[in-house]
């Protein structure tokens, strides 16, 4: 995960034309006043008063809430399982399906590295790869750091075309953005406020329509419609044919929150809006009008970092629920068709639940996984991955990407140049395969075929 952006603060620096006693003088009292803020000893003593021992027992913090995530002992002798693996020929859209939803899909149990291709341009100090690339028609498409978008061939990897989705006299870089197959047409979102409709066989420009605001994340394309969320909260529903904009809905504008976005849940009858002000919405898909709303922002805000109550993880449609989680630390599971809360729990998180059978999988803010019954929000098991490349010094945090259920097994990538697939019972490492270059991003899984985009433009098969 990319840092979210830090607001400095700002200082005042003495004057350089102070007199010399004064500087001294108030030196002084700031080290005077340090030694009578230092502790009740040091004063008790200036008076003559002894002091008393401590009160005996473990000072506990009630300013920060830290809630460790534990197995339900209920769950202790119930048994995982998973459905049968099925093998898809797509990984269409981020999350493979405008829901979001792909259960148990079919791969070797033991894959090997089968090939490598190069999408363009990765991250950078000035740019970011956020986009998850799709897979449709034997084509990978994919867009880079830089905004192009390249078309590889699914076999080998190869690349068949690359195009600038930059508007015409625009010089400057943007960040963000993502594509999505539907319907026979590739479709892009960029950081420089525009959607397109490509021809997935060449690349060129079917059409061409300007958004409200800069788009971090991909589209999602359901019913004849492409949806996207811009950066200042803005959901906008474009018609698939010609790029005329539908209706749009505003959420709460948040000043701050994690580079990326999340893409918008869709099927038939709803429309699930994530915003990084931590509101969920559904809305109707032909109109875009409001049928419930929830909030995943924390209750107590108890630091910086919980502040951000951004939904960055895809939400999850799937048997007429929703499930969506945030990451200030709250995970729901909500009626698809009326908006009650089905149940809570105390997981934050900023990767997309994987929905298979009974169980969710989710990775958390503290690089945990854990697997939740799907009804009762019941954690089932806790397994922890590798935090700091240092685990002795607590320096490099790894960030992990996924999980996606795959040959059995739940695959996870990492900052630290690992994929690793973990056991479904219990969450043990069963398989460890080495990436070329960091990975930020979940893995993608069709025909057979494992791919993870590095965070330098590499993408890696395993098969």
């Known amino acids: 995960m990319t840092p979210a952006p830090m607001i400095p603060a700002t200082m005042t620096p003495a004057s350089t034309n102070t007199p010399r006693a004064l500087r001294r003088s108030a030196l002084l009292s700031v080290s005077l006043l340090a030694v009578l803020l230092s502790g009740c000893d040091t004063v008790s003593d200036w008076f003559g008063k002894a002091s008393e021992p ?3 027992g473990q000072r506990v913090s009630v300013l920060t809430r830290e809630r460790k995530v534990e197995p339900d002992t209920r769950l202790a002798d119930t048994a995982v399982t998973v459905p049968s693996p099925v093998a898809n020929a797509a990984w269409a859209q981020p999350g493979g399906v405008p829901e979001h939803s792909m259960g148990h899909l079919a791969l070797s149990a033991n894959p090997a590295e089968a090939w490598r291709g190069d999408v363009g341009a990765g991250s950078s100090s000035s740019r970011a ?5 799709v897979v449709a028609d034997g084509r990978i498409f994919a867009m880079d750091a830089d905004a192009r978008v390249s078309a590889l061939n699914a076999l080998n990897g190869g690349g068949l075309w690359r195009v600038d989705t930059r508007p015409e006299n625009e010089r400057g870089g ?4 993502g594509v999505a197959y539907a319907d026979g047409r590739l479709f892009a979102a960029t950081g420089y406020a525009e959607v397109l409709a490509l021809d997935p066989a060449n690349g060129s420009v079917l059409w061409r329509k300007r958004v409200a605001g800069p788009v971090r994340g991909a589209p999602t394309v359901q019913g004849g419609r492409v949806l996207v969320l811009t950066l200042d909260n803005q959901l906008v529903a474009l018609s698939a044919s010609d790029g005329t904009i539908q209706w749009s809905h505003q959420g709460i504008l948040e000043t701050a929150g994690l580079l990326g976005a999340a893409s918008p849940a869709a099927d038939g009858t709803l429309v699930v809006a994530p915003y990084s002000s931590g509101e969920l ?14 909030s995943l922002a924390a209750i107590r805000r108890t630091g910086a970092l919980s502040n951000l109550a951004d939904i960055r993880g895809l939400p999850v449609i799937e048997r007429g629920t929703v499930y969506a989680i945030g990451h200030s630390g709250r995970m729901v599971a909500i009626d ?18 994987w929905l298979a059978g009974d169980y969710l999988y989710v990775v958390t803010n503290d690089s945990e996984l854990v697997a939740v019954t799907r009804q009762a929000g019941r954690v089932r098991w806790v397994a922890p991955l590798e935090r700091y490349t240092d685990p002795k010094a607590k320096t490099g945090s790894i960030v ?5 259920l795959a040959g059995g097994r739940l695959w996870v990538a990492g900052s630290n140049g690992v994929l690793l697939g973990l056991s479904t019972t219990n969450g043990q490492v069963e398989v460890t395969r080495s990436l070329p270059a960091a990975a930020f991003l979940p893995p993608v899984v069709a025909n057979g075929t494992l791919m993870v985009l590095c965070d330098n433009g590499t993408l890696v098969a395993f098969r």
């Open 54 to 56: 401590p009160l005996p």
């Open 281 to 294: 919405f559904g809305l109707r898909p032909e109109n875009g009008r409001v049928m419930w709303q929830e």
């Open 129 to 133: 790869l956020l986009g998850v690339p």
């Open 400 to 404: 992990w990407a996924g999980p996606v």
């Open 336 to 353: 698809q068709r009326i908006g009650n809360r089905v149940w809570e729990t105390e997981i934050g998180g900023m990767q997309t639940p």
């Open 174 to 177: 943007a960040t963000g953005g």
